[in-house]
């Protein structure tokens, strides 16, 4: 009797001491998961310090109603808002047109771009007459010209491109002859620029472009020689570099003037 009611007092004893350590251990996680909160803001706010590129916000915390989650920030809430830097003014291109080129039937198809869904509609008119086996394409910065590789009769097909509805008319002078088996074209950042990779001899053909008929003018001592056949061409942001990847995986790089 006196063993039975000695353990009855244990119990006594021993339980409101669990209940106050539950207690005490709830309130420390939730304090840990409010001072990582806290951690994670800080170092959002140091990410903006440290690039200072890039204007950062720091998360904001929405408070949540006590219970179970109280405490709590689900993670989708905890974002990080990135800023443009660029100067208010400049201008900035936005896509509303897509082209295709079509080597086997010698055309290129052009498609209008939702600009909700991205979804493409193909555009009145189209295709659009291209050279033999139309290969590579691409369209000048403001998005007003379109150049067209043609691998076959080595040549480049310009078109002026309608702002309104995308169509492409072939401006005058055009195809331009380029080397044997033109197989891509860029045209670079500044819209001045025109580079044609030839695949048969490994050359690359450089232009000028007139910014008023998107005429093409070859430049001084072009076609240059390349390392091997060239099968893409494109150009750095900077507009100072090209690099060409050539058919055996190698990539060469050469400084523009």
């Known amino acids: 009797m006196k063993r039975k ?14 209940a106050i350590l539950i207690v005490t251990v709830a309130f420390t996680a939730q304090a840990q998961m409010q001072d990582g909160g806290q951690r994670f803001a800080n170092r959002a706010v140091v990410s903006e310090q440290q690039n200072p590129s890039a204007a950062w916000q720091a998360p904001q915390h929405q408070s949540l109603p006590r219970g179970a989650n109280a405490g709590r920030t689900p993670v989708s809430r905890l974002r990080a808002k990135r800023q443009s830097t660029r100067p ?14 079509d080597s086997d039937v010698g055309m290129v198809t052009g498609y209008t771009i939702d600009s909700a869904t991205g979804t493409l509609t193909e555009m009145a008119g189209s295709p659009f007459p291209a050279g033999a086996w139309p290969r590579s394409v691409s369209a000048d910065p403001q998005g007003r010209f379109l150049y067209v590789a043609n691998t076959d009769s080595s040549n480049v097909s310009a078109y002026a491109i309608d702002e309104t509805t995308g169509a492409l008319t072939e401006i005058p002078g055009s195809p331009f002859a380029a080397g044997f088996q033109a197989a891509a074209v860029i045209v670079d950042p500044s819209g001045r620029f025109v580079y044609v990779g030839n695949q048969y001899y490994g050359t690359i053909s ?52």
């Open 206 to 257: 450089a232009y000028t472009a007139d910014p008023a008929t998107g005429a093409l003018t070859e430049v001084a001592g072009s076609p240059f020689a390349s390392a091997g056949a060239v099968v893409g061409v494109t150009v750095a942001p900077s507009g100072k570099l090209l690099y060409v990847a050539n058919f055996d995986g190698s990539v060469g790089a050469y400084a523009i003037d």
């Open 5 to 18: 009611l000695s353990r009855n007092r244990l119990l006594i004893v021993v339980y409101p001491f669990i």
């Open 88 to 101: 208010m003014g400049e201008s900035q291109p936005v896509s509303k047109f897509a082209y295709v080129a």
